[in-house]
């Protein structure tokens, strides 16, 4: 394969995980069954899921396995919604879909009204008007993701939880970008739900798990698994490798970051060398961002919005907007909402690393970018 800067939209597999996986995946058995072949399944999930409760700080059955991310804050935000009979949401308009449109669903029934917070230029909320809305809509919930899966940007979660609960609210954190970074302890954070996805931690795709600190009405009917949390037969090689992943995350959590750091200020420098007029969207501070993603656009004549096809053709993969919205057609709900003009959007890239990411790759991709400004001028 060619280089690959899309890390946000899924990371590949890890080795050590796929070994982990392998045993369950030719496994024979269902893990409701009550015979030894399904009690081994039934250990196997408890394990993973004591695993990960025990990473992020919670307990084992505040843990509920889903199919990803999108299913998790689905399962959040309509189980809180309905279980705490919630009439206002409150949320942050930079929010993956999996959110604003779930959100926008519930409202279109009836079920909720919803107010978007007001954002900085950088794409974080304002902590004032986020208390406005909270002294006006009491018990409200609130939607305000960890890290932002396009520009990057870390939101100021232990003091939007603080607030929240100060106005009797509970708040829902979509945390799939910030997982794998091996830093989120949700007792220390505060957050009432949080939403976690193993793709983007080197684990299987197609499996996630939600944090809730309340049990809310389930989602998906039929059957008593997951603590009547989730019905349908567990995925038990997805979910021994989703913890698998996140423990070997949690692990290399300090050396990892480290690693992405050092590439995003080398390739922060790289650009401004190179185009000196570029513009970084959000917030590319260390400080302030994902170490390991970077949304960024070229300045006149040379950016436009054929830059990815170009990169992609010198089979060098990054995108331009979130993966599940990219085969939309419609430039980046993300960007717009900091202000951008739909055809400025359009011109965003998105780079993505991880640890199998080198300096000499993000090299070879600004030669990329500086050939297709050639071609432009």
């Known amino acids: 394969m060619g280089i690959y800067l899309d890390y946000a939209a899924s990371a590949p597999l890890d080795a050590a995980v796929e070994a982990e996986m392998l045993p369950y995946l030719r496994a024979v058995g269902n893990p409701s069954s009550i015979h030894k072949a399904g009690r081994w399944l039934r250990t196997a999930i408890e394990e993973a899921r004591h695993t990960i409760a025990e990473l992020i ?20 935000l309509r189980g809180a919604v309905e279980t705490f009979r919630i009439q206002h949401v409150l949320y942050n308009p930079t929010e993956h879909h999996a959110i604003t449109h779930t959100i926008e669903a519930l409202a279109e029934a009836g079920r909720v009204e919803a107010h978007p917070i007001h954002i900085d230029s950088k794409g974080r909320i304002d902590l004032n008007h986020l208390e406005e809305l909270l002294r006006q809509y009491l018990r ?16 100021p979660v232990q003091a939007i939880a603080q607030l929240t609960h100060t106005y009797g609210g509970y708040y829902v954190c979509d945390a799939v970008q ?53 019905a349908g037969t567990e995925n038990v090689a997805a979910i021994v490798g989703m913890a698998k992943a996140l423990s070997l995350a949690y692990a ?16 922060i420098e790289r650009l401004r060398n190179t185009f000196p007029a570029v513009y970084f969207h959000g917030d590319p501070t260390l400080e302030g961002s994902h170490p390991g993603i970077l949304n960024f656009r ?51 890239l998105r780079f993505s690393w991880g640890k ?22």
């Open 57 to 76: 700080g919670a307990e084992s059955g505040e843990i509920v396995f889903t199919s990803g991310g999108t299913e998790a804050d689905n399962h959040a």
């Open 178 to 230: 910030g997982v794998g970074l091996g830093e989120i302890n949700v007792k220390e954070l505060g957050v009432d739900f949080l939403t976690a996805s193993a793709h983007k931690f080197y684990g299987p795709k197609g499996v996630g798990f939600l944090y809730r600190k309340h049990p809310v009405r389930s989602l998906i009917t039929g059957g008593a698994q997951e603590r009547e949390q989730r």
């Open 298 to 348: 070229l300045p006149p004549p040379y950016g436009h919005d054929l830059m990815l096809i170009h990169l992609d053709v010198h089979e060098i993969y990054a995108s331009g907007t979130s993966a599940c919205a990219s085969g939309s057609g419609h430039p980046s709900h993300v960007l717009q909402a900091l202000g951008l003009p739909p055809e400025e959007a359009r011109k965003a």
């Open 252 to 267: 290399r959590s300090s050396s990892y970051k480290a690693h992405l750091a050092q590439l995003k200020v080398f390739l």
């Open 356 to 377: 199998e990411t080198t300096q000499q790759d993000l090299d070879k991709a600004i030669e990329v970018l500086y050939s297709a400004t050639l071609q432009r001028t």
């Open 140 to 155: 409200s919930l609130v939607a305000v993701m960890y890290i932002n899966n396009e520009i990057g940007t870390r939101q």
